[in-house]
C-alpha cells in the first residue's frame, strides 16, 4: 500500500479511491409485517446510532418549498446532546428539487451526491453533480438543486448556522468530486487509515469540517478519540466495529452515528473491503460560554 499524492489513496488487491464506489443511501420502503422490530438502533446520552434499516418510509419528512422529494432527518440540534449540526439524506423524484432550499440566511451547508444526478446553481454557475461529487455553500449564498435526469437521485446536506471570526474571511462556494481530492495517510497508518479533506485544515474560515475518512481491511483508530467535536458519521461503504462511548457495534453501509462532544470513539475495519464514511465535525472556533449581550 502506499500514498499517491496525484490518485490518492491505494492498496494492492484494492481499487484505489479514483475508481467511484457505490455509496449508501437510505433504500426507503418497509419491512415485512412479520420482520423482527428488535435490532441495533440506540440512543444513549453521548451516542445515537441510525442503522440503515431503520430509514424507511414511515420515518421521512417533507420540506416547505420542496417538489418531488422526501428527507430522512438524521440529525438536528438538541440541547443537551449535539447542538450544532441538522443532517440530512435527501431522495428527488426526476423533476424534483427546490428554487430556493435553505430557509435561514445565516446556514451554511455542505453536499454529497450518494446516487443519480443533481444539477446545482449557485447564483448564475450551474454543476452537474454525481455520486461522489461535493459543495460547500456559504451562508447567505443563493441557491437551487434539481433533479434534472430520468433517475431518482440522493445527496446528503449538512446544515450549520455560520459562527463569524473577527479577521477571518468567510469561504466562498466550493464544488468539487471526491476524486479530485488527495487521501491523506495518518502518521503511523499510512497505509491503512486515511482522510480526505473537502476543506483546507488550514483555512480557519471554516467552522466546521466534512471529511471522507478511508480504512482498509484492519485498519483501526487505535485509541479512544476523546474530543470537543461533535459527530455525524454515514457509513458510505464497508464495515467495521466502532466504539461509541463504552461500546462496541458493528456498523455497515447506510448507518448513523450521531456522537456528542467527548464521546469516546475508536474502529476497526472488518470485512474484505474499505470501510469509509462521510464525516462532518465543528472546528476553529471558540465553544460558546452560553453568554448573551
Same mark, same amino acid.
Given at each position: 500500500?502506499?500514498?499517491?499524492?496525484?490518485?490518492?489513496?491505494?492498496?494492492?488487491?484494492?481499487?484505489?479511491?479514483?475508481?467511484?464506489?457505490?455509496?449508501?443511501?437510505?433504500?426507503?420502503?418497509?419491512?415485512?409485517?412479520?420482520?423482527?422490530?428488535?435490532?441495533?438502533?440506540?440512543?444513549?446520552?453521548?451516542?445515537?446510532?441510525?442503522?440503515?434499516?431503520?430509514?424507511?418510509?414511515?420515518?421521512?419528512?417533507?420540506?416547505?418549498?420542496?417538489?418531488?422529494?422526501?428527507?430522512?432527518?438524521?440529525?438536528?440540534?438538541?440541547?443537551?446532546?449535539?447542538?450544532? /449540526?441538522?443532517?440530512?439524506?435527501?431522495?428527488?423524484? #426526476?423533476?424534483? $428539487?427546490?428554487? &430556493? %432550499? =435553505? *430557509?435561514?440566511?445565516?446556514?451554511?451547508?455542505?453536499?454529497?451526491?450518494?446516487?443519480?444526478?443533481?444539477?446545482?446553481?449557485?447564483?448564475?454557475?450551474?454543476?452537474?453533480?454525481?455520486?461522489?461529487?461535493?459543495?460547500?455553500?456559504?451562508?447567505?449564498?443563493?441557491?437551487?438543486?434539481?433533479?434534472?435526469?430520468?433517475?431518482?437521485?440522493? /445527496?446528503?446536506?449538512?446544515?450549520?448556522?455560520?459562527? #463569524?471570526?473577527? $479577521?477571518?474571511? &468567510? %469561504? =466562498? *462556494?466550493?464544488?468539487?468530486?471526491?476524486?479530485?481530492?488527495?487521501?491523506?495517510?495518518?502518521?503511523?497508518?499510512?497505509?491503512?487509515?486515511?482522510?480526505?479533506?473537502?476543506?483546507?485544515?488550514?483555512?480557519?474560515?471554516?467552522?466546521?469540517?466534512?471529511?471522507?475518512?478511508?480504512?482498509?481491511?484492519?485498519?483501526?483508530?487505535?485509541?479512544?478519540?476523546?474530543?470537543?467535536?461533535?459527530?455525524?458519521?454515514?457509513?458510505?461503504?464497508?464495515? &467495521?466495529?466502532?466504539?461509541?462511548?463504552?461500546?462496541?457495534?458493528?456498523?455497515?453501509?447506510?448507518?448513523?452515528?450521531?456522537l456528542r462532544a467527548f464521546c469516546p470513539q475508536a474502529c476497526i475495519a472488518t470485512?474484505?473491503?474499505?470501510?469509509?464514511?462521510?464525516?462532518?465535525?465543528?472546528?476553529?472556533?471558540?465553544?460558546?460560554?452560553?453568554?448573551?449581550?
Amino acid at each position: 500500500m502506499k500514498m499517491d499524492e496525484s490518485k490518492g489513496f491505494r492498496a494492492e488487491g484494492h481499487e484505489p479511491a479514483t475508481n467511484e464506489p457505490h455509496y449508501a443511501f437510505p433504500r426507503g420502503g418497509m419491512p415485512e409485517r412479520d420482520a423482527d422490530p428488535a435490532g441495533t438502533a440506540v440512543f444513549h446520552a453521548a451516542y445515537a446510532v441510525l442503522p440503515a434499516n431503520t430509514q424507511r418510509d414511515i420515518v421521512t419528512s417533507l420540506l416547505p418549498g420542496w417538489l418531488g422529494h422526501r428527507v430522512w432527518i438524521l440529525a438536528r440540534p438538541m440541547t443537551g446532546f449535539a447542538e450544532t /449540526f441538522a443532517q440530512y439524506a435527501v431522495e428527488l423524484s #426526476p423533476g424534483g $428539487g427546490s428554487a &430556493a %432550499p =435553505e *430557509p435561514d440566511a445565516q446556514a451554511q451547508a455542505a453536499l454529497f451526491v450518494a446516487k443519480g444526478v443533481v444539477r446545482l446553481t449557485i447564483g448564475s454557475e450551474t454543476h452537474d453533480l454525481r455520486p461522489g461529487s461535493f459543495a460547500y455553500l456559504p451562508a447567505g449564498a443563493p441557491w437551487q438543486i434539481w433533479n434534472t435526469s430520468e433517475e431518482v437521485a440522493g /445527496f446528503h446536506w449538512i446544515r450549520k448556522t455560520y459562527v #463569524p471570526a473577527e $479577521g477571518v474571511s &468567510a %469561504p =466562498e *462556494p466550493m464544488v468539487c468530486h471526491e476524486t479530485d481530492v488527495a487521501a491523506n495517510g495518518m502518521p503511523g497508518a499510512e497505509n491503512c487509515w486515511a482522510t480526505q479533506r473537502f476543506f483546507d485544515p488550514l483555512d480557519l474560515g471554516y467552522d466546521f469540517h466534512v471529511n471522507i475518512v478511508t480504512f482498509r481491511p484492519g485498519g483501526r483508530i487505535p485509541f479512544a478519540e476523546t474530543h470537543v467535536m461533535e459527530h455525524g458519521i454515514y457509513v458510505l461503504q464497508g464495515t &467495521a466495529r466502532y466504539l461509541l462511548n463504552q461500546d462496541w457495534v458493528e456498523v455497515g453501509p447506510g448507518d448513523f452515528l450521531w456522537l456528542r462532544a467527548f464521546c469516546p470513539q475508536a474502529c476497526i475495519a472488518t470485512g474484505d473491503g474499505a470501510f469509509r464514511y462521510l464525516l462532518y465535525k465543528d472546528v476553529n472556533r471558540h465553544p460558546s460560554l452560553g453568554l448573551t449581550t
